[in-house]
């Protein structure tokens, strides 16, 4: 499935809500947090920040057996891919930790915590160091 479709169907969302139907099927969700940020040492064009991902999970779900539980295994995945990961425009991903998140009784989770930092990749260049192109 796409991030697009996992989006447009409530699973991944960048407002801070969750919306909670009745008789809706129990999904997991993550919750996308930019915060934090701070002028970059070595391009002033752009700003490094910290990433927050909320992973929750309804807490009649967590259990996978085998002594794995549903918000500790998606944090894994999502670790996987984004620790050391050069994003354009945003920076490499630095894993910084992993906190309990507890909303009430029936949904909780873990909070990823990852620094984007800017690296010279990003780097836009100077009006100068542009080349023209004869038509």
Known sequence: MSL????????????????????EE?????????????????????????????????TDYWDLGKFRVRPLKICGYIDGILNNAKLSGIGTFQFTGCNELVLDETLSGYTLSFEAVHGTDDLLPSSHDWVKIDT
């Open 4 to 23: 697009a479709k996992l989006r447009e169907q409530g699973y991944i969302q960048f407002e801070p809500k969750i919306k909670m139907h009745e008789h």
């Open 26 to 58: 129990v999904k997991s969700y993550l919750l996308f947090s930019f915060d934090n940020f701070i002028p970059n040492t070595t391009n002033p064009k752009f700003r490094d920040c910290k990433v927050y991902i909320d992973v929750l999970c309804h």
